[in-house]
């Protein structure tokens, strides 16, 4: 079973950065793709930005060009850089994984979440 471990959640003021990282381990299969979502209090979980294993990318709209994810296909990690932070970014992270099984179901993992707290 595949294990997603994060890091890298904190309270920063805003208009600073932080950076998570998620590790993945356990699959015997290949990640397809990686992301992170995000929940606030009261509100509902949502995409915040994913990342295929060719390198292709997409983002929420409220988060387009301040953050930016990246991975490392050899180590299994995914990272998401986040700058110029807002209050509004306060949520739990979550990290996400998806696993090809074959060409016709795949199965999704998910950490267990870190929180990002930013200050106004």
């Known amino acids: 079973q595949v294990q997603l471990v994060e890091s890298g959640g904190g309270l920063v003021q805003a208009g600073g950065s932080l950076r998570l990282s998620c590790a993945a381990s356990g699959s015997r299969f290949s990640i397809n793709r990686m992301g992170w979502y995000r929940q606030a209090p009261g509100k509902q979980r949502e995409l915040v930005a994913s990342?295929?294993?060719?390198?292709?990318?997409n983002y929420a709209d409220s988060v387009k060009g301040r953050f930016t994810i990246s991975r490392d296909n050899a180590k299994n990690t995914v990272t998401l850089q986040m700058n110029s932070l807002k209050p509004e970014d306060t949520a739990v992270y979550y990290c996400?994984?998806?696993?090809?099984?074959?060409?016709?179901?795949?199965?999704?993992?998910w950490g267990q979440g870190t929180q990002v707290t930013v200050s106004s």
């Open positions: 990342i295929f294993s060719g390198g292709s990318t």
């Open positions: 996400n994984a998806g696993v090809r099984v074959d060409t016709v179901y795949s199965n999704n993992y």
